[in-house]
């Protein structure tokens, strides 16, 4: 505690004689606050009112009483790093600490005579969730855990926080500066045990966000793989676990080992391409023979050019381009960019323009086109294409022009975090991670074979699973339309779609556990496969069961994939009112009692980094639109129930 006493008196001296106001708003007031009073007690309180008093808005009874909530409520989350990291702000650094005198036993750390560990001054937002943030690096005060007089010191319908600054009511909703949203996306539950070879894949990623893609990256290109030889009902028709995925994410920070999951498919990729290339030999062969019959060629029949038949698509293309790579390989195929301005540059190209392409691709939809100059028309009934992009948030624009782009709702989206610490290169016992992933993908492909072998596998939920996929996605609806209005309600739609077709993977890779398929607990015969094919072993269609912990663990991707969803939306222009940001906001809706009071809610939003005017602008609206209702008309608010309960 000398230790920390004594760097804090060094911070107070130094901001003093810099004359620099580190507390200018309420949130960093707060945050002062409680680092403060959480590493140094009461015995900090004399240096929390000198810090503060620099400030044009200081009032000595506020910030008193503010410190003394701070010690009531012994908050752990926010410590002494948090003041220096404000400092540093406003370039201001303390001096160092006086080296110990010769004499003084050096000691080991954390005994006496040790030398103190200087104070972590590092920002939080660099890291992903609140369970992986180091408590002494978060700056942020949980409004939760203030008691009530903090609300007391100013006056909350008038917008006046405690430390005397006045905020008047926003016109409109704070602009947000940067792509990272001020709370923390959600990771998906990394204890999950999926099914071969999910675990192993995941397993390779360094950190949650990493291990996050990496499951949804298989999952989408083991699930384009698995195309039409998988499916279940919904909607009326029949849906393929054709997904379209895309990464979003700041430059360096980790998105890349999405290189390392297209390997899961490029054996089957180059097997396709040699049958491809042996086809086109042997057409060579005998369109040679046929060119050299000389006046005999016209009683002979030409040979026909073999299909150009691929798996990995190329996001560099035309529109006829892409159309002729998915016919030529049966409605089939994956496009996999690493930057997704490939794809948003050569769709916005003369020769361009099949944005059209991927929305129908989503729905297994009818392509076709026409050549007026050689009169050539070519079609496929049904398309299964797939599509895992990686990209900048400065690149979802391009691509995404606008919430009612139809791309929007289609894709499965995952913000990747910041990095803003250094990581480790050499910590993986020099394991050459392609060779790993290739070594996977030779082991897919020959599971894929069982799979064609097998015929075709019909997903089953169980009614008990259909009402809990119902219900979530009833409450989601209305959830969705509370906190977004109408921007997110074909995002809900699609994204149970999505949820879906993730079932089918997961199911389908757990049948493939057996070693014979046709013995698989999870499958039984089509009940219209007649029972002669029964007798003789002929099963072709089969019914395919999803076990409940796979079903639960897919279901629980849901909220995730949505608050990353209402995330990219505020990237995009709106279409309905001017926001901040679609997740802070439902965040900040959701971190809510289902009844709560005005100054609870602008408290809660101060201490997420949320402008008290920014939050009586959404508390408005959200009153004004129906979305939550007015108790007692003084400042108390109530969420209407979801449907069924």
Same mark, same amino acid.
């Given at each position: 505690?000398?230790?920390?006493?004594?760097?804090?008196?060094?911070?107070?001296?130094?901001?003093?004689?810099?004359?620099?106001?580190?507390?200018?708003?309420?949130?960093?007031?707060?945050?002062?606050?409680?680092?403060?009073?959480?590493?140094?007690?009461?015995?900090?309180?004399?240096?929390?009112?000198?810090?503060?008093?620099?400030?044009?808005?200081?009032?000595?009874?506020?910030?008193?009483?503010?410190?003394?909530?701070?010690?009531?409520?012994?908050?752990?989350?926010?410590?002494?790093?948090?003041?220096?990291?404000?400092?540093?702000?406003?370039?201001?650094?303390?001096?160092?600490?006086?080296?110990?005198?010769?004499?003084?036993?050096?000691?080991?750390?954390?005994?006496?005579?040790?030398?103190?560990?200087?104070?972590?001054?590092?920002?939080?937002?660099?890291?992903?969730?609140?369970?992986?943030?180091?408590?002494?690096?978060?700056?942020?005060?949980?409004?939760?855990?203030?008691?009530?007089?903090?609300?007391?010191?100013?006056?909350?319908?008038?917008?006046?926080?405690?430390?005397?600054?006045?905020?008047?009511?926003?016109?409109?909703?704070?602009?947000?500066?940067?792509?990272?949203?001020?709370?923390?996306?959600?990771?998906?539950?990394?204890?999950?045990?999926?099914?071969?070879?999910?675990?192993?894949?995941?397993?390779?990623?360094?950190?949650?966000?990493?291990? *996050?893609?990496?499951?949804?990256?298989?999952?989408?290109?083991?699930?384009?793989?698995?195309?039409?030889?998988?499916?279940?009902?919904?909607?009326?028709?029949?849906?393929?676990?054709?997904?379209?995925?895309?990464?979003?994410?700041?430059?360096?920070?980790?998105?890349?080992?999405?290189?390392?999951?297209?390997?899961?498919?490029?054996?089957?990729?180059?097997?396709?391409?040699?049958?491809?290339?042996?086809?086109?030999?042997?057409?060579?062969?005998?369109?040679?023979?046929?060119?050299?019959?000389?006046?005999?060629?016209?009683?002979?029949?030409?040979?026909?050019?073999?299909?150009?038949?691929?798996?990995?698509?190329?996001?560099?293309?035309?529109?006829?381009?892409?159309?002729?790579?998915?016919?030529?390989?049966?409605?089939?195929?994956?496009?996999?960019?690493?930057?997704?301005?490939?794809?948003?540059?050569?769709?916005?190209?003369?020769?361009?323009?099949?944005?059209?392409?991927?929305?129908?691709?989503?729905?297994?939809?009818?392509?076709?086109?026409?050549?007026?100059?050689?009169?050539?028309?070519?079609?496929?009934?049904?398309?299964?294409?797939?599509?895992?992009?990686?990209?900048?948030?400065?690149?979802?624009?391009?691509?995404?022009?606008?919430?009612?782009?139809?791309?929007?709702?289609?894709?499965?989206?995952?913000?990747?975090?910041?990095?803003?610490?250094?990581?480790?290169?050499?910590?993986?016992?020099?394991?050459?991670?392609?060779?790993?992933?290739?070594?996977?993908?030779?082991?897919?492909?020959?599971?894929?074979?069982?799979?064609?072998?097998?015929?075709?596998?019909?997903?089953?939920?169980?009614?008990?699973?259909?009402?809990?996929?119902?219900?979530?996605?009833?409450?989601?609806?209305?959830?969705?339309?509370?906190?977004?209005?109408?921007?997110?309600?074909?995002?809900?739609?699609?994204?149970?779609?999505?949820?879906?077709?993730?079932?089918?993977?997961?199911?389908?890779?757990?049948?493939?556990?057996?070693?014979?398929?046709?013995?698989?607990?999870?499958?039984?015969?089509?009940?219209?496969?007649?029972? *002669?094919?029964?007798?003789?072993?002929?099963?072709?269609?089969?019914?395919?069961?999803?076990?409940?912990?796979?079903?639960?663990?897919?279901?629980?991707?849901?909220?995730?994939?949505?608050?990353?969803?209402?995330?990219?939306?505020?990237?995009?222009?709106?279409?309905?009112?001017?926001?901040?940001?679609?997740?802070?906001?439902?965040?900040?809706?959701?971190?809510?009692?289902?009844?709560?009071?005005?100054?609870?809610?602008?408290?809660?939003?101060?201490?997420?980094?949320?402008?008290?005017?920014?939050?009586?602008?959404?508390?408005?609206?959200?009153?004004?639109?129906?979305?939550?209702?007015?108790? *007692?008309?003084?400042?108390?608010?109530?969420?209407?129930?979801?449907?069924?309960?």
């Amino acid at each position: 505690m000398t230790n920390i006493l004594s760097d804090l008196r060094r911070l107070t001296e130094a901001v003093h004689a810099a004359g620099a106001d580190i507390a200018p708003t309420y949130r960093e007031y707060v945050q002062l606050a409680f680092a403060i009073a959480t590493d140094c007690g009461e015995a900090g309180r004399s240096d929390f009112l000198m810090l503060c008093s620099l400030s044009a808005k200081y009032d000595v009874h506020a910030a008193n009483k503010l410190f003394s909530n701070a010690l009531k409520t012994n908050n752990n989350s926010v410590h002494i790093g948090t003041a220096f990291h404000l400092a540093e702000l406003c370039n201001v650094r303390p001096r160092p600490a006086e080296k110990p005198r010769q004499d003084t036993p050096a000691g080991t750390l954390g005994t006496p005579g040790a030398p103190h560990p200087a104070a972590s001054h590092t920002h939080a937002h660099g890291y992903y969730n609140r369970a992986e943030m180091p408590a002494e690096e978060f700056p942020e005060a949980p409004a939760a855990s203030l008691p009530a007089e903090a609300a007391d010191a100013g006056t909350a319908n008038s917008g006046t926080a405690c430390s005397g600054t006045t905020y008047p009511e926003a016109a409109d909703e704070e602009t947000c500066r940067g792509s990272e949203p001020l709370t923390p996306l959600p990771c998906f539950d990394n204890r999950t045990l999926w099914p071969a070879p999910l675990n192993e894949i995941t397993a390779h990623g360094t950190t949650r966000a990493q291990q *996050d893609i990496m499951l949804l990256g298989a999952v989408t290109v083991l699930g384009a793989s698995m195309n039409s030889h998988v499916r279940c009902a919904y909607g009326g028709k029949m849906i393929s676990p054709s997904l379209q995925t895309f990464i979003v994410a700041l430059p360096a920070s980790g998105k890349g080992v999405l290189s390392l999951v297209r390997l899961l498919v490029e054996p089957i990729h180059d097997e396709i391409r040699l049958h491809t290339a042996e086809a086109m030999k042997q057409y060579r062969k005998e369109k040679g023979a046929y060119d050299s019959l000389g006046k005999e060629r016209s009683q002979a029949t030409p040979p026909a050019l073999p299909p150009d038949r691929m798996f990995l698509i190329s996001g560099n293309n035309t529109g006829t381009g892409i159309l002729q790579n998915i016919m030529d390989s049966e409605g089939i195929g994956l496009i996999c960019e690493s930057e997704a301005d490939t794809i948003s540059t050569a769709i916005g190209s003369e020769h361009g323009h099949w944005s059209d392409t991927m929305r129908k691709a989503f729905d297994h939809d009818r392509l076709s086109y026409n050549r007026r100059t050689d009169r050539e028309y070519r079609e496929v009934k049904r398309s299964y294409l797939s599509v895992l992009l990686s990209g900048t948030p400065a690149q979802v624009k391009p691509l995404i022009p606008t919430a009612e782009n139809g791309l929007f709702s289609r894709q499965l989206f995952y913000y990747m975090p910041a990095i803003h610490k250094w990581q480790n290169q050499f910590d993986r016992q020099d394991t050459d991670l392609e060779t790993v992933f290739t070594g996977l993908g030779m082991q897919w492909r020959e599971q894929l074979k069982r799979i064609t072998a097998g015929g075709l596998f019909t997903l089953r939920l169980t009614p008990e699973q259909k009402e809990l996929f119902n219900n979530l996605f009833a409450n989601l609806f209305i959830r969705s339309h509370l906190a977004n209005g109408s921007e997110m309600a074909s995002s809900v739609a699609r994204l149970a779609i999505n949820i879906c077709r993730i079932m089918q993977v997961v199911a389908m890779l757990r049948v493939l556990e057996s070693d014979d398929i046709a013995r698989s607990p999870h499958l039984t015969p089509d009940k219209d496969i007649s029972g *002669d094919n029964l007798k003789d072993g002929i099963i072709t269609r089969w019914d395919m069961t999803i076990l409940p912990a796979d079903f639960n663990s897919v279901l629980e991707l849901t909220e995730s994939l949505y608050r990353h969803a209402t995330h990219i939306l505020s990237f995009l222009p709106g279409t309905e009112i001017s926001r901040r940001s679609n997740a802070d906001r439902d965040a900040l809706l959701q971190s809510m009692e289902r009844e709560f009071t005005r100054s609870a809610f602008l408290l809660q939003a101060e201490a997420t980094g949320i402008k008290p005017g920014t939050a009586s602008t959404w508390l408005k609206r959200l009153v004004k639109h129906g979305m939550i209702e007015s108790v *007692d008309g003084k400042g108390t608010y109530r969420k209407p129930l979801p449907n069924g309960m």
